[in-house]
């Protein structure tokens, strides 16, 4: 694509056309331009929050809640719902969207944007090119993203590592803290919601993790309670949204992961990567070796 | 290729769709599944938020011949011409014709194998005559 049909598609992107939005996001998804070549260095305005924690905790249920609460008070909001790709034939099944009322909804349809997102086969570069989905939306006039993403796995967490903010949902019963400790998600969280405290367990579940995130020092995270389906706590949990500020500590974890991002992405972007891997796989080259050689650009 | 896979109108039955979904997902594809009972204009919407290049329809309610020239349309009118949208489900040969005027490409019904409807993805990806508003009327044969 020429850099003139290029510009056009931005300019009409920013001018509200949705279809030259997603086609733009394409281009960026498939590695054809990025944020920077777009945008330049400059920083767009805007925040971003991800929502992760462990599959079936309530997640979707809960952002629809949040898309519908910012378009209400007519607050453009856009979500990019990352799902898992196979390993086995690259393909994804994306179905975030069946959880979702609110994009639906013609009054709030303006403002509320919804992408799905699949990790695809080189899972070290989607957090990368994550960062770069959030920067051209906030460059097209979304100036509130949200990233969902399940909280197990390196890139899972990785992906939420892209966001200014992040939250971990947790539900009841999900046996005790050290579970979510192990994943790595509570140093990176700037807030904690145990979801459908409407079940037995939630209240134990959230004073265990109260209790852990204590012993990790000062200024833990909020813990709140809430209920996605009823409505319980809901109104505090997006209060606290709205204003959520970074913890210092989170703020670090958060710096740790995106380096780590930053070294994986020129590390899978290198052009001789499938060559290096044949190397070290048939013994010929050190995965220190290897590392050295692209450092210096090699 | 990104395809949407989609339910139009009051019909519960989504086991033709998910299979469909799964098979396309086996095939390497990222399919973005609607759920159920979605209208005309959600499905469009979809379909251009995602960026999907495809558009699969399922029905088995008898809706069809209202409903899917009615998505093909709508898809046009968004200025979605470039989609290649297939339908599925429990419905009549004499209904075809119809729906491929309307811009369908291929009408898979009971018994379609899921390698088939791959193939069609695949012969269609191909091709630049293959989406809803293109001219010439091409049609997918088994």
Not at chain 2, 8 to 14: I, S, W
Not at chain 2, 36 to 45: C, E, F, G, K, Y
Not at chain 2, 112 to 125: G, K, L, N, Q, Y
């Amino acid at each position: 694509m020429d850099a003139g049909a290029l510009a056009a598609r931005f300019e009409a992107a920013r001018a509200g056309s949705r279809r030259d939005l997603a086609r733009l996001l394409t281009d960026v998804e498939d590695g054809r331009i990025s944020s920077t070549e777009l945008l330049g260095t400059q920083r767009a305005e805007g925040r971003s929050i991800a929502i992760t924690g462990p599959p079936g905790v309530g997640k979707s249920c809960f952002i629809d809640h949040l898309l519908r609460a910012h378009a209400e008070r007519d607050d453009p909001v856009a979500l990019l719902a990352v799902d898992p790709s196979s390993a086995l034939s690259g393909g994804a099944l994306l179905g975030d969207r069946i959880r979702l009322t609110s994009p639906d909804d013609e009054a709030l349809a303006q403002r509320i944007y919804v992408r799905s997102v699949a990790t695809r086969r080189s899972s070290g570069s989607i957090p990368s090119v994550l960062g770069d989905l959030v920067r051209v939306l906030h460059g097209c006039g979304w100036p509130l993203v949200v990233i969902e993403t399940v909280g197990a796995g390196q890139s899972e967490v990785r992906c939420a590592a892209v966001a200014d903010r992040i939250v971990l949902m947790e539900g009841p019963a999900r046996g005790d803290a050290v579970q979510a400790e192990k994943a790595g998600l509570l140093e990176l969280a700037d807030l904690v919601l145990v979801n459908k405290a409407d079940l037995d367990g939630a209240e134990r579940h959230a004073a265990e993790l109260r209790d852990s995130l204590a012993l990790d020092g000062p200024d833990p995270p909020e813990v709140l309670l809430m209920s996605a389906q009823t409505g319980l706590g809901l109104p505090e949990a997006l209060r606290s949204l709205r204003t959520l500020e970074a913890r210092p500590g989170s703020e670090r974890a958060r710096a740790r992961e995106r380096l780590a991002n930053a070294a994986e992405a020129r590390l899978v972007r290198h052009e001789d990567y499938e060559g290096i891997l044949a190397r070290i796989a048939n013994g010929n080259l050190a995965p220190e070796e290897a590392v050295e050689v692209i450092w210096r650009g090699g | 290729m990104r395809i949407v896979v989609a339910k139009p109108g009051l019909d519960g039955h989504d086991r033709g769709a998910k299979v469909v979904a799964r098979a396309l997902r086996d095939a390497g594809h990222e399919v973005i599944y609607t759920g159920l009972r979605r209208t005309p204009a959600q499905i469009v919407a979809t379909v251009r938020d995602e960026d999907a290049r495809f558009l699969g329809l399922s029905s088995l309610s008898g809706a069809h011949g209202h409903l899917f020239p009615t998505i093909c349309q709508l898809l046009k009118d968004e200025g979605l011409d470039d989609v290649v949208v297939f339908g599925g489900g429990i419905i009549p040969d004499a209904d075809r014709p119809a729906l491929h005027d309307a811009g369908m490409r291929a009408i898979f019904g009971p018994g379609t194998s899921t390698e088939a409807i791959s193939a069609f993805v695949a012969e269609a990806s191909a091709r630049d005559d293959a989406g809803v508003g293109a001219e010439g009327g091409w049609i997918w044969e088994a």
